[in-house]
């Protein structure tokens, strides 16, 4: 029977309708940048909203090096990332049709140090830098992680200088090797070479078996290689697809290639995860999560284990935080708060940089801080373009900030007489800005390489300050704490002042790092 035009034309709307729509994926910051003079030497790159320079992530992809392009990145997975504070790059490179291997392993190595030699611009760690893709994304990205570093220190080209090492690599469906003889030997139904070795590579005879061998990624491990996840498809008992087009994509990106690498892996010590149908007691569940992991979070997430994460909202703004519980809590004990206002490079959207930027937080995590001074510990964060300060031409979270502050001691078990904060370098200014808004509330302020307006002293005359500096400080000059030191004594505030020779910006880790600071601080009441 036929059906009536017209319901047809319904019918095929509401099938339209009901079909998931395919996120779309976000306008690149950057847009089709040459890395290279060929036309497929080109790349994307998503900007993450961090207030300094943060990892990345290298989306290199598949297609048997003969098809495929960066636009196959999956769009969610760019979404993920950056809204952890990791930049995301996808990356072209010559195919087979160009240029034969290993122009394609030449071309992501060079495209590595492109990204790197453009760390000022974009805002790039060229420490954090982590790669993945999947088959031939899959072996390229294992390859810049396994291979020795391809930087040419005395090249006259910068971007030569530039290393090609990774941080973490993730590959899905990757081959460790491309001798296709331990494919047939080594992958259920694969009888038979499914493509011409010559074809692929720029030599021939016993060049050729070199040249195999010289990119094969099992050959290339090391024990100073960074940490590995691997994703398969199939578990190594599942039977051959029957559909023969869908059997040989199956055969050859197999498990058995993850576990041969695997191996080589644990032989060397190599941190490795390897992902399949039914493998049990997996440290990460997706390539996604790994590098949040490994990138945000910078593989040192267990520090910060004791940090409960949160988000505060008040007259329409909101803010990202972590608190950290007295050690040896006691309901019926109130404890002190310490608040600590991170600098710039804490900055982002994913409540995690304001842990792990310089450290501090997990310093207070740490015996010698919270086990020896139990006490909530609160550790806000401030989106990219924003300060903790007022006045200033960024806009200030002050407001939300102090909201939360108040929050944090109505909800917990708080000793309202026992109020710190302190803060690093935009983080100072911030203790300084929070004491201004609150004179008569705060027991004891602790800024570091900050500083505020010498004629504006005696706001601060009502709290004890102890102030830190660097004196070859090159970011916020020393005069800034040296004023505020003399201004606040002037003034008649309880202040004292600490300046380290020879230290630069990063004077925390002197003052933080000091058990007399914490112990000074402990001992203040209102």
């Not at 909203?49 to 196959?72: E, L, M, Q, W």
């Not at 004891?444 to 102890?466: D, I, L, S, Y």
Request: charged share 20%.
């Amino acid at each position: 029977m036929k059906l009536p035009l017209v319901l047809f034309s319904v019918l095929f709307a509401c099938a339209l309708i009901a079909q998931p729509k395919r996120p779309e994926l976000p306008p690149p910051t950057h847009a089709n940048v040459a890395y290279g003079d060929h036309p497929e030497q080109v790349l994307d790159f998503w900007k993450a909203d961090i207030g300094y320079r943060g990892p990345v992530a290298i989306y290199i992809h598949g297609g048997g090096f003969t098809g495929g392009n960066k636009g196959s990145i999956n769009p969610a997975t760019v979404v993920r990332l950056v809204e952890s504070g990791i930049h995301v790059a996808a990356v072209e490179y010559r195919r087979l049709k160009h240029a034969k291997l290993p122009a394609a392993h030449r071309d992501v190595a060079r495209a590595v140090q492109f990204i790197r030699s453009k760390a000022g611009e974009w805002a790039v760690d060229t420490k954090l830098v982590g790669a993945f893709g999947g088959s031939a994304g899959a072996q390229l990205s294992a390859y810049l992680a396994f291979h020795d570093d391809l930087a040419d220190p005395d090249s006259p080209d910068p971007i030569d200088r530039q290393s090609t090492r990774l941080f973490c690599v993730a590959p899905t469906g990757g081959q460790s090797t491309m001798d296709l003889n331990w494919w047939v030997e080594n992958i259920p139904g694969y009888d038979a070479y499914h493509v011409d070795p010559s074809g692929y590579f720029e030599t021939e005879g016993a060049a050729l078996e070199k040249q195999v061998r010289d990119v094969s990624i099992v050959n290339l491990i090391s024990p100073d290689d960074p940490p590995v996840f691997m994703n398969y498809n199939m578990s190594p008992d599942a039977a051959i697809p029957e559909d023969p087009k869908r059997a040989r994509g199956w055969k050859v990106h197999h498990v058995n290639f993850g576990l041969h690498l695997q191996e080589k892996l644990d032989a060397a010590g190599v941190e490795s995860t390897l992902k399949y149908p039914g493998a049990a007691d997996l440290c990460y569940d997706s390539v996604v999560e790994f590098l949040v992991d490994k990138l945000a979070w910078k593989g040192e997430r267990s520090l910060y284990e004791g940090y409960e994460p949160g988000v505060f909202e008040s007259s329409g703004d909101s803010i990202a935080y972590q608190l950290l519980k007295p050690a040896n809590f006691d309901p019926a004990k109130r404890y002190p708060l310490v608040l600590f206002l991170h600098g710039s490079g804490g900055r982002g959207p994913a409540n995690i940089r304001n842990l792990t930027d310089a450290d501090v937080p997990a310093r207070l995590a740490t015996d010698s801080v919270s086990g020896s001074h139990d006490a909530y510990y609160l550790v806000p964060q401030c989106p990219g373009p924003n300060t903790w300060t007022v006045g200033g031409t960024r806009p200030s979270k002050q407001p939300v900030l102090l909201d939360l502050v108040d929050h944090v001691v109505a909800s917990e078990r708080i000793d309202r007489s026992r109020l710190y904060v302190t803060g690093l370098s935009m983080g100072g200014f911030g203790t300084f800005s929070a004491v201004s808004a609150r004179p008569d509330f705060w027991a004891a302020a602790a800024p570091v390489c900050g500083g505020w307006r010498p004629e504006e002293a005696e706001r601060f005359t009502k709290t004890p300050f102890w102030l830190f500096h660097g004196d070859q400080d090159r970011a916020v000059a020393v005069d800034r704490s040296r004023d505020m030191n003399r201004a606040i004594a002037a003034a008649g505030g309880d202040v004292q002042y600490t300046e380290y020779p020879g230290v630069g910006h990063d004077s925390w880790l002197n003052a933080y790092w000091d058990p007399k600071l914490w112990d000074w601080m402990f001992a203040q009441r209102r």
